[in-house]
Structure formats: C-alpha cells, structure tokens
C-alpha cells in the first residue's frame, strides 16, 4: 500500500515551537507505523516562505529576503531533525521546482477559464494570509488570530471559486469523511451553505512571491503557491518523465494533516483549486486542536510558546515526543503545563516503563545468565500468561487501528495497559520467590519469558512514538528492530535463547518538584543528579535555559538565595541544593550474611531498583541476617566506598541508635519501591 502524509509548511517569520512540532510530530508517528506495516510511504513537511510577511520581516532583520528565508527556512528543518521527524522530503516554497509547479497548476486553472483579472477592494490579514470580509472584523481585527487588517485596493487576478459551489457540496455529501473530525467537516458544511465568493488570488503591491505566469507584475496569493506544495514534493509541474510517473504514483495525497485554524482553506480553497486543474482530490484533510498556554492559543504574537529544545534538553527526547502524543486528545484543544509533564514523565515513563523494562530484564541476566528462558508450555496457558499473552494480542490490533486514525493517546494508552498489566503479572508470579526454589525452575523461566515478551511487544509498539527508547528496550531484549515489524507482530513470539543486550536505565526518575526545576532552570545551583546508572543524556545536563513558560519562582521562605542574603556569622545549616547533594535512597536486601570474624558486621546485597550493590553494616549485633532478607531500608547511596574487614562497602544504611548503642533500621509507612529518592 501508498501512504502519501503531509503536513502544512510553516510560515517563516517565526521560529519553530510547539505547535509546529505538535504536527510534525504526529505525522511523523503516522508515517512511522505506515512503514511498520510495510507501505511505501512518502512523508511531507517543509516551509512556506512568500508573502509580504516575510518581506517585512527580513526587511526589520535588515537582511535580504532570501538569505532571511534561508536561515529561518533552516532552523525548521534542524528543529524537526533534531526531534527525530523521519520526514522523506523537505519542501522550501523558494525553490525552483516550486515556482515550476505552481505556474504549471496556474496556467491549468487560468486555461480552463477559472482565473480572470479585476480590481480587489478589501481587509487584509498579513499574519493568516487570508482576506477578511469586512462583515466578519472584530473591532477592526483578524477574527482568526486578532491582529490589525489592512485596507488593499490593486488590480487583481480573480478565482471563480463561486463555480465550484455545487461540486464542492456534493463532495461533502458523497465523502462524509473527507474532513476529520465531523465538527470541522460541518463548519466547512454551513460555510459553504452561506455560499461562495471568487477570491483574490494576486497581488501587486509587493514583490515577494511566485510570478503570474504572463504577468509578472503580479505575485501569487500565498495560499495559492502554498497549497501547490503538496503536489510540488511529488514531481507536479516537473517534465522529466520520470518526475510524472512519481506524480501519478504517489497523487493524490492521503492525508494531509492541519491545524484547525487552517481547514477553510484546505477544504474550500484546495479542492476547488484542484478541480479546476482536472486534477484529483486528496484522501482525507484530518485536522488536530491547538496547544494553549493557560487557555490562549500558543503564537509567537502572543510570545506564550514552549520551545520544545527546553524539554528536550531536560527531560530528553522520546520524554517530549511522548508527552505531546499522549496528552493531546487528538482534535480537542490542550493545556500544556509543566506539572502535568513532569507528573507524566515520573508517573508513566520512570514508574510504569522504566521500571517494567529494567525488572523484566534485570532477572533474566540474574536467573537465566541472559538467555530468554524457554517456557513450560503446560504452564503458558494458565491464567495469569494466557491473560497478559491475550491482552498483550488486542493491543497489538488495537494500537494499532488507533494510529492510523490519529488517535495517539488512545494507542499509547493501550500500550500503556499492556506495560501495567505486566507490573502487576510480574508482582503476581514472583520470580524472585521462584528463584529460591529449585523445583520452581520451569515456573520461574515461565513467568520471566511472559514477561519479557510482553515488553517485546511493547517496545515494537512504541517505535512509532518513541523510536529511540523503543529501540534500546528491543537491544535490552535482544531483538534486532526490523523495518517491517509491525506485519507480523504477534504475542508470544520472541524465542528462546536469545541472548539479552545490557539493562539501561531509560528514565532515571526526576526527583526535583516543579519549583526545583524552576529554579534550577533559572541558574540557581543544581541537585545532584537523578540515579547514578542512567545512560540517558538527561542526567547529565543541567537545565541551562528556563523553560518559556514558566517564570522564575520566588525562593523559599527560609531558604538561602540571592534575594535572601545569608547570615554573616558561620550558619551551619544547609541549603536545600547542600542537602540535595546527599542521595538518600529505599533498597530492597537480597541477603544478609554476617562478616566472619566480626561481632559487629553485617554484608548485605540490596535491590536500588537500578543495580544491587554490597553495603556492609553495623547492625549484627540487632538483627538476625534471615530476618533482614526482603526487609525495605533507607541507604545513603553516593558514599565514597569503603573497605571494611576487606570488604568493599557501597553505601550505609540509615539508622538510629538507642541510648546503649543498638541500631534501629528506619522503616516506612508503607513499601515504597527500590531506587526511590528519600527527602
Ligand atoms: N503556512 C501556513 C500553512 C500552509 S499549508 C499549505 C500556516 N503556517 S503556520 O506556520 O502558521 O503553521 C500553522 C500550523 O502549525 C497549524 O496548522 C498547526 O499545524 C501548527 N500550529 C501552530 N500553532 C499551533 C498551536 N498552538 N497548537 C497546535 N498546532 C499549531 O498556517
């Protein structure tokens, strides 16, 4: 099958932020699982660069247009590269292909008889590029983005959009889905009842744009240059034969994807522009909502835009492109806020995969020498396998049928199931209680292959979404990603005696809360990092620029800041950042075993969630070593080490000590989870 995706070409006199990236982002995640499925898939982005708004704003850069729209032009194309956008071609509107196309589709239009000179009178829009009637203004104002219009009066190149009424309704009526979702398709449904007027597709009064084609004394309206692009990318307008056979493969486009303030145009403009070239109509428009910043829509007119580099940078890539696909319902607006990031980040990434990914394949190298056990068939269809093992099986359908519509949050909440259901099938079985019995041997290598093939089968689902988490899981696993995997993705598959790669931990937990973050983002003194074995780039960087949207928290009463000067007599306390620097974390022990020839001393092995380590304690003379065993303790876990009766100590634990010298381990209110931050 032919998956030909694009999305709009973003205007240039801004810099790429989370809107543009939000699009992209999705198509790419579309065109991702596409090419799982094994289509032959051509993926479209790229800018749109005429127009008397760029002019303007190279003329206030004091540059030339050209280069002005070269360097702007690029930062997109770094921004999407730099977020892992798997995009085939990159389509500039300044280049010459382009110019090429769009004459041939006006020429087309024009011969057919749809294009015809007059004289416009009426409101401009500069920054949405649209002619507003004059019944339509909002205190003098754009109505789409709330700018001042202008009044233009030149001689004009019309389109006879009014012929295309007709045709255009009983396109509506005959592909009720050809705009997604149905609120968009019925606004385009009453607009068009209102009836249509021709519209002004030249302009004089600048110089900035596409020649008409006899006439270069007018430019093109952008929209009309614009819209071309989509067939531009596929060979339109190109006389190399083999520029025509790509055009007939891959036109008509199946989806191009759209913001909502953009569907007039697509769904009225672009078919009528099409038909009148005898030329066919896209797939489908779909069309997505609008990030808000505390309810206004992010714009760079605004200035309320997240650049997504600030996210990148702290939380790390696949964190960001996660966030967006799971929190954006696809077609309804969305909030971003950094709480709800932050609560994502900890809650579904560190807590919910990351710790799946790393338990599932800790205890294969622990058991089994990491080689995938091979399972007892008998005990594969008890309950608890042969459940995760169907569920694991309607996610594979489910995710996906919900990616190719576009509803990301749905698929990535259906993996999401799948990664909870194997917490809790993991906590039912038990391996590490298995593991002390021999004769629970085939239970054992039973429970950990369910497991690790379930998270197989997550990390291939979520290589549309997160494509380089998704293939560290796989190299955890041991599982070469294949281009084509999704085909014949199936639970239950993955073989036996496969060698797993080495456990990484992908999400190491961000302990700071959201003030911390702030703070630290603004320049203030940073906490020690998040756990000391993570191989992600996150933990090693600071957070060096302040994310845009939220601004500098006011410091703690009590704490030492710049604001607040510290006393100037030696003040023993600690600030927060001094405490932070004190890794106190929950550990799991494994086995305790008293050191020979020490009255005293304790070697303990304890679970951090990440790693286990030897910690030799003090505590010998207190506790039974059998009685320590499974018993949740609070360590301190950057400690120099140390060697004690020749034993190399990694830690200490936390405790108290009566008034006769005996230890008390601290305990919890409850069992919180190896590796937990401790404050
Ligand atoms: N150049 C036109 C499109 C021409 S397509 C032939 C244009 N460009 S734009 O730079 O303004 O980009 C608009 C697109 O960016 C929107 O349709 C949407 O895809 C994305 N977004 C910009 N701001 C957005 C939000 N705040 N939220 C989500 N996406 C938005 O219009």
């Known amino acids: 099958m032919r998956f030909y995706i694009t999305t709009p070409i973003y205007y240039i006199n801004a810099a790429p932020h989370l809107g543009h990236a939000y699009t992209t982002l999705v198509a790419d995640a579309v065109a991702r699982a596409h090419r799982l499925s094994g289509h032959d898939v051509f993926f479209l982005t790229g800018t749109d660069e005429h127009g008397q708004k760029v002019e303007r704003a190279a003329q206030k850069a004091g540059m030339p247009t050209k280069l002005f729209a070269d360097q702007t032009s690029q930062a997109f194309r770094t921004a999407f590269a730099d977020l892992n956008v798997s995009n085939d071609d990159f389509i500039r509107t300044t280049e010459p292909r382009h110019f090429r196309a769009a004459q041939e589709l006006w020429r087309r239009v024009r011969d057919n008889g749809y294009i015809y000179k007059g004289q416009y009178e009426g409101w401009y829009c500069t920054v949405d590029e649209i002619f507003v009637p004059e019944t339509q203004l909002v205190d003098g104002r754009c109505p789409t983005c709330g700018n001042k219009v202008e009044k233009i009066a030149e001689e004009s190149y019309f389109f006879r959009l009014s012929a295309f009424e007709e045709r255009l309704r009983e396109l509506y009526a005959s592909r009720p889905d050809f705009v997604t979702p149905a609120v968009r398709r019925n606004e385009i449904v009453s607009f ?48 190399d034969a083999s520029a025509a056979g790509r055009f007939s493969h891959y036109w008509p486009a199946d989806v191009h994807l759209i913001g909502k303030e953009i569907v007039r145009q697509h769904a009225i403009y672009w078919p009528a522009f099409l038909m009148a070239a005898d030329l066919p109509l896209p797939g489908q428009l779909v069309s997505h909502g609008w990030w808000l910043m505390e309810g ?70 622990r058991y089994c020498g990491g080689v995938v056990p091979a399972p007892d068939a ?34 990535l909440r259906e993996i999401w199931d799948v990664v909870s259901a194997t917490n809790r099938y993991i906590v039912t079985r038990e391996p590490w209680a298995l593991a002390k019995d021999p004769a629970k041997r085939a239970e054992l290598d039973t429970a950990l ?41 199936a639970a239950g598959d993955l073989a036996p005696g496969t060698r797993l790669g080495e456990t990484i931990q992908l999400f190491p937990r961000i302990d700071q809360t959201v003030e911390e973050l702030r703070r630290l983002a603004a320049g203030e003194p940073a906490a020690p990092p998040t756990p000391a074995s993570s191989t992600t780039s996150t933990k090693e960087k600071r957070v060096t620029e302040l994310p845009q949207n939220v601004p500098p928290a006011a410091p703690a009463a009590g704490s030492s800041s710049a604001a607040t000067p510290a006393p100037a007599a030696a003040d023993t306390r600690l600030s927060i950042d001094e405490f932070m620097k004190v890794d106190l974390r929950v550990a799991r022990v494994l086995t305790a075993e008293r050191v020979p020839n020490s009255k005293k001393l304790m070697k303990l092995t304890i679970d951090l969630g990440t790693e286990q380590r030897t910690i030799v304690a003090g505590i010998a003379e207190a506790y039974e070593a059998d009685a320590l065993v499974g018993r949740t303790v609070g360590i301190v876990a950057n400690l120099k080490p140390a060697k004690l009766m020749g034993i190399e100590s990694n830690g200490m634990i936390l405790a108290a000590s009566s008034a006769d010298g005996k230890p008390m381990l601290i305990s919890f209110d409850g069992t919180p989870e190896p590796g937990t931050r401790i404050r």
Do not use: C
């Open 192 to 239: 068009l009842e209102g009836g249509l007027q021709d519209l002004s597709v030249s302009r004089t009064s600048f110089t900035w744009g596409i020649p008409v084609p006899d006439d270069p004394a007018h430019v093109m309206y952008v929209w009309f240059d614009a819209l071309t692009n989509y067939m531009t990318a596929v060979g339109y307008g190109d006389a």
């Open 296 to 365: 206004a829509k992010m714009s760079k007119s605004v200035g309320n835009v997240v650049r997504p580099k600030d996210y990148v940078d702290r939380f790390g890539l696949d964190a960001f492109r996660y966030f967006v696909m799971r929190e954006m319902i696809f077609g309804q607006d969305a909030d971003f806020t950094d709480e709800a990031f932050l609560g994502r980040y900890n809650a579904d990434l560190a807590n919910d995969l990351g710790n799946l990914a790393s338990r599932a394949t800790t205890m294969i190298h």
């Open 378 to 411: 008998v005990l594969l269809v008890r309950e608890p396998e042969a459940d995760l093992r169907e569920r694991t099986g309607v996610a594979i359908a489910a995710v996906k049928a919900r990616t190719v519509e576009f509803q990301l949050s749905l698929a």
């Open 449 to 489: 292959y369910t497991a690790l093939d379930a998270l197989r089968v997550v990390a291939e689902l979520l290589r549309p979404f997160m494509p380089d988490a998704a293939e560290r899981i796989l190299a955890m696993v041991g599982v070469r990603p294949d281009s084509g995997a999704w085909g014949a993705l």
